[in-house]
């Protein structure tokens, strides 16, 4: 079986800076790769696959969920948790995007008294 790829340090400098935003999430090593938790809930993962791809997953309200996945790549779906989707990065990641889906991840998971000190989503 082939190893996982440790995540480039540009990707995980870019979304260290993107998280850094978010009220008391913290960055901890996981299983495999990086992960962001706001107290026990993970709000973003980010790894190497077996494919040598790089992934990041996240949480999505659940209407988005199947649109995530219909979207095809670089779009998907997980095989667990009914919210969690994910994109795979690479030189075509629009990161302006990612950082809007990773701000609504940590609304997601985040208790109110964060959530609030976040500035309001736009229109």
């Not at 791809?53 to 667990?80: N, Q």
């Not at 690479?90 to 889906?101: I, K, P, S």
């Amino acid at each position: 079986m082939p190893e996982r790829p440790p995540v480039p340090a540009a990707v995980l400098r870019r979304l260290t800076a993107i998280m850094a935003a978010f009220p008391e999430c913290e960055q901890e090593g996981a299983w495999v790769g990086t992960r962001w938790r706001v107290g026990q809930a993970t709000v973003a993962h980010v790894f190497g696959g077996e494919d040598q791809r790089f992934r990041i997953v996240f949480r999505a309200e659940p209407e988005e969920v199947m649109g995530f996945e219909h979207l095809g790549e670089p779009y998907f779906r997980t095989g667990w948790g009914s919210n969690v989707v994910g994109l795979l990065l690479d030189e075509a990641t629009d990161w302006e995007e990612l950082a809007e889906l990773l701000t609504d991840s940590y609304r997601l998971q985040a208790p109110k008294r964060l959530r609030d000190q976040l500035p309001s989503p736009g229109p």
